[in-house]
């Protein structure tokens, strides 16, 4: 497996103020499996591996067609933030002041500016994402689960276990 000349990353995508969204309004999870089936389905990306957790997404994708991750990464906050504001003014629109900006081109940020890419250039190093990825909800503060495959929106039990809940993802190999 080469991958010095492939466009993959390995990316991390936050909540704004580390607010637990996911947690409070599970519905929200959808639109983030929504925006990946989006992605995939216009050729914008292949997801190798992802997770999303209280407050952030962790992925391993392929950013396609010399498109630059940090449009796909806009792309995909910019989706899944307009989702996540109309539901919550629907549902609990004193949630959303977690979410006031100080910013003068928007109301809300729902995910912070900044989000974290890293190039992977060597089997290693995806081996190592794809672990990180898959044992997240096992450790630490997030934890939530004993084994990786039991936790339900991450893409562990598609590699452990061959479950094909998520049709948007595909094995590098």
């Known amino acids: 497996m080469y991958l010095k000349h492939l466009n993959i990353y390995f990316s991390t995508i936050s909540i704004n103020k580390k607010v637990s969204v996911f947690i409070d309004y599970k519905d929200t999870i959808h639109f983030v499996l929504d925006s990946f089936r989006y992605l995939v389905n216009n050729k914008l990306v292949d997801i190798y591996s992802f ?18 991750v940090d449009d796909i990464v806009t792309k995909f ?43 992977i250039t ?34 562990a039990s598609f590699y452990l276990k061959g479950d094909k809940y998520f049709d948007f993802l595909i094995k590098l190999g």
Not at 51 to 68: A, F, G, Y
Not at 94 to 107: G, T
Not at 144 to 155: A, G, I, W
């Open 77 to 119: 906050k910019k989706f899944t933030g307009k989702r996540i504001t109309d539901y919550l003014k629907a549902n609990d629109p004193e949630y959303l002041n977690y979410f006031l900006s100080s910013r003068s081109d928007r109301e809300y940020k729902i995910w912070k500016i900044k989000s974290k890419n890293i190039k």
């Open 122 to 155: 060597h089997p290693s190093i995806f081996l190592q994402k794809l672990n990180y990825i898959h044992e997240n909800p096992t450790k630490g503060s997030y934890k939530t689960v004993d084994l990786p495959e039991k936790y339900l929106y991450s893409s």
């Open 51 to 68: 997770v999303i957790m209280s407050d952030h997404v962790h992925l391993l994708w392929l950013i396609k067609n010399q498109h630059i």
